[in-house]
């Protein structure tokens, strides 16, 4: 077994030992609007978010289809832990792969345990080109986790007539967290806004949004859209099989008329499972054969 399959199999042994915790996690993260703290604790002692670090950061980066598989078993056990890992290694990974060098030994320190880095790379900010760097203002939604992050990444847009798209990663003291997170579906996301008000960002801690990774090997040659390309879907995959399992296992107790066969001895349930079950193999497997070629 290679070195990412042995960190494959250690998180998946894990996930299963945590189980009851992380499902815990997601009933009261549909009550808090955000992940526990102590949960978010444990998912740091597992190294959990550090999957797509490079690993001369201190990051156990795994191949791209061990990190499907990884993401899809925190998904199946719950939805809310999932999310969180699924943002806290695109965010971590892209500081991690394309901050300059100094810029990187300062997010990630030698010595010092590993920062999470959450936010959104949209650009929905402006930055004044200032001695050194820039001053960054704006407000970005959608942040998912940012009330947990050490680290913020923000897209923005430099002032001026070339107006680059630009990524900013600040300190999350420097930020306001808006508590506004009151939705219906993904309420334990934690997905707050934050807002940066004339910060001076060092030029060392952004980066172009189309430039190349400054380190992290094969996985990181690839355009940003490609790095984040193996994260929604095997999440999305691992909350169908729960879905249908869970159903399967429902079917047994329920009955379309009182007196009646349950729904798990009517020929048409065990058709349309079928069905479903092979839309979401067909579904998993096409994105693997994509992840597979890029």
Same mark, same amino acid.
């Given at each position: 077994?290679?070195?990412?399959?042995?960190?494959?199999?250690?998180?998946?042994?894990?996930?299963?030992?945590?189980?009851?915790?992380?499902?815990?996690?997601?009933?009261?993260?549909?009550?808090?609007?955000?992940?526990?703290?102590? &949960?978010?604790?444990?998912?740091?002692?597992?190294?959990?978010?550090?999957?797509?670090?490079?690993?001369?950061?201190?990051? &156990?980066?795994?191949?791209?289809?061990?990190?499907?598989?990884?993401?899809?078993?925190?998904?199946?056990?719950?939805?809310?832990?999932?999310?969180?890992?699924?943002v806290g290694n695109g965010g971590t990974g892209t500081a991690g792969g394309w901050l300059p060098h100094a810029g990187a030994r300062w997010v990630f320190v030698?010595?010092?345990?590993?920062?999470?880095?959450?936010?959104?790379?949209?650009?929905?900010?402006?930055?004044?080109?200032?001695?050194?760097?820039?001053?960054?203002?704006?407000?970005?939604?959608?942040?998912?986790?940012?009330?947990?992050?050490?680290?913020?990444?923000?897209?923005?847009?430099?002032?001026?007539?070339?107006?680059?798209?630009?990524?900013?990663?600040?300190?999350?003291?420097?930020?306001?967290?808006?508590?506004?997170?009151?939705?219906?579906?993904?309420?334990?996301?934690?997905?707050?806004?934050?807002?940066?008000?004339?910060?001076?960002?060092?030029?060392?801690? &952004?980066?172009?949004?189309?430039?190349?990774?400054?380190?992290?090997?094969?996985?990181?040659?690839?355009?940003?859209?490609?790095?984040?390309?193996?994260?929604?879907?095997?999440?999305?995959?691992?909350?169908?099989?729960?879905?249908?399992?869970?159903?399967?296992?429902?079917?047994?107790?329920?009955?379309?008329?009182?007196?009646?066969?349950?729904?798990?001895?009517?020929?048409?349930?065990?058709?349309?499972?079928?069905?479903?079950?092979?839309?979401?193999?067909?579904?998993?497997?096409?994105?693997?054969?994509?992840?597979?070629?890029?």
């Amino acid at each position: 077994m290679d070195g990412s399959g042995a960190v494959k199999a250690g998180l998946l042994a894990a996930i299963g030992t945590h189980r009851q915790e992380f499902e815990a996690a997601g009933i009261r993260a549909e009550a808090e609007r955000n992940l526990p703290s102590g &949960t978010m604790a444990t998912l740091r002692e597992l190294g959990a978010f550090w999957l797509k670090t490079p690993a001369e950061l201190g990051g &156990t980066p795994l191949d791209p289809l061990d990190f499907c598989d990884v993401l899809e078993e925190f998904a199946y056990t719950d939805g809310a832990t999932a999310w969180a890992v699924m943002v806290g290694n695109g965010g971590t990974g892209t500081a991690g792969g394309w901050l300059p060098h100094a810029g990187a030994r300062w997010v990630f320190v030698p010595g010092r345990p590993l920062p999470l880095v959450m936010g959104t790379p949209g650009p929905r900010g402006t930055g004044r080109p200032a001695a050194g760097g820039y001053v960054v203002s704006g407000q970005w939604s959608f942040a998912s986790g940012c009330g947990h992050a050490d680290w913020l990444i923000g897209g923005f847009r430099s002032a001026g007539p070339d107006g680059r798209l630009m990524v900013a990663i600040v300190p999350r003291e420097h930020a306001t967290v808006i508590d506004n997170w009151r939705v219906a579906g993904l309420r334990g996301s934690g997905s707050f806004d934050f807002r940066l008000e004339e910060v001076f960002v060092p030029a060392d801690l &952004t980066f172009e949004r189309a430039a190349s990774a400054c380190r992290g090997g094969a996985l990181f040659n690839v355009e940003a859209h490609v790095f984040l390309s193996n994260e929604l879907p095997p999440l999305m995959t691992g909350m169908a099989r729960r879905a249908l399992d869970e159903m399967s296992g429902l079917a047994g107790q329920a009955a379309r008329v009182p007196g009646g066969p349950s729904l798990a001895d009517r020929p048409a349930f065990h058709a349309e499972l079928g069905r479903a079950q092979t839309r979401l193999r067909a579904a998993r497997a096409a994105h693997r054969e994509a992840v597979m070629a890029t």
